[in-house]
């Protein structure tokens, strides 16, 4: 991205030349190899503009991990209202599980439970809230991600909270490499240090892993999860949002994958 579309007959070691004047030799015509090679390559650059481009364009689905997932859950439901203007089930940020390289089983992936069954923690995942947002609208829900960490980078609740569950993630397209990176890093101003997430990673003070969402995809949280007060004292959220609860699940826009009770 950012590079000049090659220039005819600069590929393959050939250049143009003058038009040939008396007495000097007219530069042979290139070859079909060398057309092709232009052609190709103007191809790839062409590619990979595309690819940035559908990127930082259009809708984008992202997921954020800062501890519990309850506070986070309702600063980006807070944001997507205020930001984006939706209401009623136009909701997107629910709360769920990324970030660990065992997956699912048989699709599941469950908070603690007294069967043991498909537990995240032991999955490798951690504790995340999803999203699907306009792309170019990014950069404001990165502040708000970013605004949930103290100034030295620690979230409030690194004392209490802590350990891989709760770990510091961002799931985006391609990852490390996504175009959206520049835009939490702008946010962050220094406050936070953001590395590739390879999966099973530990819970480290100021370090946010990033994951590719392609390789680590998102898992939806059981419905008892979604739109939960916080967990800390003060976090005890309207009404008005705890009922987006039911709402959500009486219309079906909440999966249940049948993860057993607490």
């Known amino acids: 991205v950012g590079s000049r579309a090659p220039r005819l007959f600069e590929v393959a070691g050939m250049r143009s030349s003058p038009s040939p004047t ?3 030799a007219a530069s042979p ?3 079909s190899r060398a057309i092709t090679a232009i052609i190709l390559a103007t191809a790839c650059t062409a590619g990979r503009a595309a690819a940035f481009g559908a990127e930082t364009q259009g809708p984008v689905e992202v997921y ?3 501890g519990c997932f309850w506070h986070v859950q309702h600063e980006f439901w807070d944001a997507e209202k205020t930001l984006l ?3 009623g089930t136009e909701f997107t940020a629910f709360v769920g599980y990324a970030g660990g390289l065992a997956g699912s089983v048989d699709g599941k992936v469950c908070y603690h439970n007294n069967e043991h069954v498909a537990e995240y923690s ?3 995942h951690a504790e995340v809230v999803r999203l699907r ?4 609208k990014f950069e404001k829900f990165a502040q708000v991600y ?3 960490f103290l100034e030295n980078g620690y979230r409030p609740d690194q004392v209490g909270d802590r350990g891989p569950e709760y770990r510091n993630l961002v799931g985006l397209p391609d990852g490390i490499k996504s175009p959206l990176l520049k835009k939490l890093e702008d946010a962050s101003k220094g406050k936070l240090l953001f590395q590739e997430g390879n999966g099973n990673d530990q819970d480290l003070p100021t370090i946010v892993h990033v994951m590719n969402i392609t390789r680590f995809p998102f898992f939806i949280g059981e419905p008892y999860h979604q739109f939960h007060d916080g ?3 003060g976090e005890d959220y309207p009404e008005s949002y705890s009922n987006m609860k039911e709402r959500y699940v009486n219309g079906d826009l909440i999966e249940d994958v049948g993860c057993p009770q607490p």
């Open 64 to 66: 954020f991990g800062c």
């Open 133 to 136: 947002i306009p792309s170019e």
């Open 22 to 24: 008396a007495g000097v």
């Open 146 to 148: 970013v605004n949930m």
């Open 85 to 87: 203007g939706r209401s």
């Open 231 to 233: 967990f800390a004292r």
């Open 29 to 31: 015509a290139p070859s």
């Open 122 to 124: 032991s999955l490798g």
